[in-house]
């Protein structure tokens, strides 16, 4: 719950390149979700993975989980401009509780 | 399509006045939850609630009322407006009985409390 709390963390990238950003959870969770935010706009999830899966692939995205060492990282390869967005990671300690939304990480890719 | 669909997109309020934000979904889901965000932060769970009558308090609910009155329709009440308020205030749904549903959320209430 302390998260929000905490400022956004900053990366700046050039077009082309590839980034990956972390996420420390302090319970146990049963998924991550990783939510893209845009400016003006609420955050919609574009990557989940499942607490029995070590990596999850979506087009340019990759979503890892260790959940050893309660982490989780999110990369996009060949970043474009338009990847320019917030991305918060998000756990669920159990099936049926609440989301619990990490600091999350502004992303800006410029050309 | 389903959605959440916040109003009003953005309100100026003076110190001590009440307001009220709405949020209406079409997803047909039991939980409901309000987040506020402050410029360079994440998402603070304010309320939330698990289907119609019912409100729970989320980790910041002190200065915030909520009330369900159906499964759609969820609102944030601001009794005495603060500018401490002052913040982007986000609406979510998500389906309580799916283990790996996400949340969908609205675009938000940009509120201005002077």
């Known amino acids: 719950s302390q998260w929000g709390e905490e400022n956004l963390q900053a990366l700046s990238i050039q077009e082309g390149e590839d980034v990956t950003m972390n996420c420390s959870y302090k319970t146990y969770t049963t998924v991550v979700h990783w939510y893209r935010q845009d400016s003006g706009r609420g955050p919609a999830l574009i990557i989940l993975i499942r607490s029995n899966e070590r990596e999850k692939r979506s087009g340019r995205l990759r979503a890892t989980l260790d959940t050893s060492s309660q982490s989780s990282s999110l990369s996009i390869t060949a970043a474009q401009c338009e990847d320019t967005a917030v991305y918060f990671c998000a756990t669920k300690p159990s099936s049926f509780s609440k989301l619990v939304f990490g600091q999350g990480t502004s992303l800006s890719v410029v050309p | 399509e389903a959605a959440v669909t916040q109003s009003p997109r953005n309100k100026v309020a003076v110190t001590g006045g009440k307001v009220t934000l709405s949020c209406n979904q079409t997803?047909?889901?039991?939980?409901m939850y309000w987040y506020r965000q402050d410029t360079g932060h994440g998402l603070r769970l304010i309320h939330y609630s698990y289907g119609a009558g019912s409100t729970e308090k989320g980790d910041i609910p002190d200065g915030y009322k909520a009330s369900r009155p159906s499964q759609e329709n969820f609102s944030l009440i601001l009794e005495l407006a603060t500018p401490s308020q002052t913040s982007v205030y986000f609406c979510?749904?998500?389906?309580?009985?799916?283990?790996?549903?996400?949340?969908?959320f609205g675009s938000g209430t940009r509120l201005l409390v002077i």
């Open positions: 979510a749904s998500g389906d309580a009985w799916t283990a790996n549903s996400d949340y969908t």
């Open positions: 997803n047909n889901h039991n939980n």
